[in-house]
């Protein structure tokens, strides 16, 4: 092979394989959604009596609020859990979500 020939299809291959790289690791828009929507179940969740009729009822709220019913969000659930790793994402957020809240509440009080 030529060296410009070499370069060329070196290049190429390397194009290739960043552009599948970047493909396959773009930001699925529905992680946000969840990670805030798990956010504010989980403070419900901690504030509420569980077993009330009115939790179902704020439980529903939040959903709503989020963009969600129960089965869309029991859907979209599922759809990420095929995704391992968009579960891990998930739930990072997740936590950084609740760190920063608690650090929040912790700077208000005296």
């Known amino acids: 092979m030529r060296p410009y020939q070499t370069i060329i299809l070196l ?3 390397i194009a290739g394989a960043v552009f599948l ?3 396959n690791h773009r930001a699925d828009p ?6 805030n929507c798990y956010v ?3 403070l419900l969740h901690l504030s509420s ?19 969600f019913t129960e089965p869309s969000f029991r859907e979209i659930k599922a759809d990420l859990e095929r995704e391992p790793e968009k ?3 998930i739930w990072d957020l997740v936590d950084k ?4 809240r608690k ?6 009080k005296p």
């Open 21 to 23: 790289h970047v493909r």
């Open 30 to 35: 529905r992680i946000e959604r969840v990670a």
């Open 49 to 67: 009596d569980t077993t009330s009729a009115t939790f179902t009822i704020q439980r529903d709220s939040v959903l709503n609020s989020m963009g």
């Open 11 to 13: 290049t190429v291959i």
């Open 97 to 100: 979500k609740l760190k920063a």
């Open 103 to 108: 650090e929040a509440l912790d700077i208000v």
């Open 40 to 42: 504010e179940l989980a």
């Open 87 to 89: 579960l891990i994402d």
